[in-house]
């Protein structure tokens, strides 16, 4: 089975600074890694994703993730947030190579950024 | 291009009714997802169809069923709705059944009094 631990259930940060929120992963097969973005009242919107090759990934709106595979960890950054950054932030995993390609999401981190 | 469509976007139901829930995926998708999304749990799987089957289904009691039409369109039903149902249900759709690209669509809120 697999799971997602999201480290952090809020992240305040003031605008500009930089920030970093924490995803680990629990699998006994190897995954894809994701990233979505939920704003208030709205769906999830994917910020990147892992599937191979270079373990830094970027995505959308400046965020970046670096998958690191002997520390089963998937932590999103951004160097210098900004107010409209504001929201709720989910890391997830798919399972490969079996027959579950559903999303397993960690449980979110709201990202409040202050001005 | 249209994103994924979710009606209604609100709904309030008693206990012990009935409520169904639909989805248009975006054009061209084959794969669609249901979830859950609550304050105490997070989100949770329901299940997924490809091209009309079911091909995957999460830990819900048998009052949550689906199904997916030959347009790719799928609606969700509940049945004898509890308060416990009252949450966020999200839609996503995939190109293939792998979900590496998945769409959400917006949601529906269902409260249940």
């Known amino acids: 089975a697999q799971s997602v631990t999201q480290l952090d259930s809020q992240v305040p940060v003031f605008e500009e600074a930089p920030v970093e929120l924490r995803c680990n992963y629990s699998s006994s097969v190897s995954v894809y890694l994701f990233w979505y973005v939920q704003y208030p009242n709205q769906g999830l919107q994917l910020l990147l994703k892992?599937?191979?090759?270079?373990?830094l990934v970027k995505g959308i709106n400046g965020f970046e993730a670096e998958f690191n595979k002997s520390q089963t960890s998937f932590h999103l950054r951004k160097p210098s947030v900004h107010i409209s950054d504001t929201a709720e932030y989910f890391c997830?995993?798919?399972?490969?190579?079996?027959?579950?390609?559903?999303?397993?999401f960690g449980k979110g981190t709201k990202l409040s950024v202050k001005p | 291009k249209a994103g994924v469509t979710q009606t209604p976007r609100y709904l309030i139901k008693t206990r012990g009714q009935q409520v169904t829930l639909s989805c248009s995926p975006i054009s061209g998708h084959r794969s669609v997802s249901w979830y859950q999304q609550t304050p105490g749990q997070g989100l949770q799987f329901l299940f997924e169809?490809?091209?009309?089957?079911?091909?995957n289904k999460g830990n819900f009691p048998g009052r949550f069923s689906g199904r997916q039409f030959s347009n790719s369109r799928s609606e969700m039903n509940v049945s004898t709705l509890e308060l416990g149902d009252s949450a966020l249900y999200l839609c996503?759709?995939?190109?293939?059944?792998?979900?590496?690209?998945?769409?959400f669509g917006q949601g529906t809120r269902l409260t249940v009094v």
């Open positions: 997830a995993v798919i399972p490969y190579g079996g027959s579950q390609g559903n999303l397993i």
């Open positions: 169809y490809f091209s009309e089957t079911q091909r």
């Open positions: 996503a759709s995939s190109f293939n059944n792998l979900n590496t690209e998945a769409f």
């Open positions: 892992y599937l191979s090759g270079s373990t």
